[in-house]
T-cell receptor
Framework: GENVEQHPSTLSVQEGDSAVIKCTYS??????FPWYKQELGKRPQLIID?????GEKKDQRIAVTLNKTAKHFSLHITETQPEDSAVYFC????????????FGKGTRLHILP | DVKVTQSSRYLVKRTGEKVFLECVQD?????MFWYRQDPGLGLRLIYF???????EKGDIPEGYSVSREKKERFSLILESASTNQTSMYLC????????????FGPGTRLTVT
């Protein structure tokens, strides 16, 4: 079955700098890759997603890139702000199966003042 | 706005007790999911359901069962709670189809003593 590896587990960046979180997946049939953000004490919420027919997608300060050949995808946050502090989860969904998605273990992002 | 609610935010139970966690969504979603969230382990799928009275095992179903008698309600049951089931439990729902956002409930923090 699908396996999603996420790195790093913890990331600290200075406010205003960029943050990058990387994920790899194992199932070459996966074709949907969402990212969820979970603020402290709150529920996870979708922030951006990408499908396998696209290499990059951007939404204001966040972007996601996908390399299907290497089976990895990344989340990029530019000009980080204090409200970006949260746990971020990547995930992958396989078209061979149902609608369930497999999550990575999460990255705790700290934005330092 | 999709609303996913869970019956309790915090729950304390004793070892061996039968525990019911309830999840209700109000957007007529076909799919519903139960995850547990533990530090460093991310979101792990326990069970999911595509339709009323249908259920599928996730990655860690041992010690749990589920019930879906109505489309909007998905219950997680711990037949005999154990201390290693102390965790945050998150319910989610989504429409059927690949690449659709999962909407999460607020979570239930269960402590088994």
């Amino acid at each position: 079955g699908e396996n999603v590896e996420q790195h790093p587990s913890t990331l600290s960046v200075q406010e205003g700098d960029s943050a990058v979180i990387k994920c790899t997946y194992s199932d070459s049939a996966s074709n949907y890759f969402p990212w969820y953000k979970q603020e402290l004490g709150k529920r996870p919420q979708l922030i951006i997603d990408i499908r396998s027919n696209v290499g990059e997608k951007k939404d204001q300060r966040i972007a996601v890139t996908l390399n299907k050949t290497a089976k990895h995808f990344s989340l990029h946050i530019t000009e980080t702000q204090p409200e970006d502090s949260a746990v971020y989860f990547c995930a992958a969904s396989s078209m061979n199966r149902d609608d369930k998605i497999i999550f990575g273990k999460g990255t705790r992002l700290h934005i330092l003042p | 706005d999709v609303k996913v609610t869970q019956s309790s935010r915090y729950l304390v139970k004793r070892t061996g007790e039968k525990v019911f966690l309830e999840c209700v969504q109000d957007m007529d979603h076909e799919n519903m999911f139960w995850y547990r969230q533990d530090p460093g382990l991310g979101l792990r799928l326990i069970y999911f359901s595509y339709d009323v009275k249908m259920k599928e095992k996730g990655d860690i179903p041992e010690g749990y069962s589920v019930s879906r008698e109505k489309k909007e309600r998905f219950s997680l049951i711990l037949e005999s709670a154990s201390t290693n089931q102390t965790s945050m439990y998150l319910c989610a729902s989504t429409l059927q189809g690949l690449g659709l956002e999962q909407y999460f409930g607020p979570g239930t923090r269960l402590t088994v003593t």
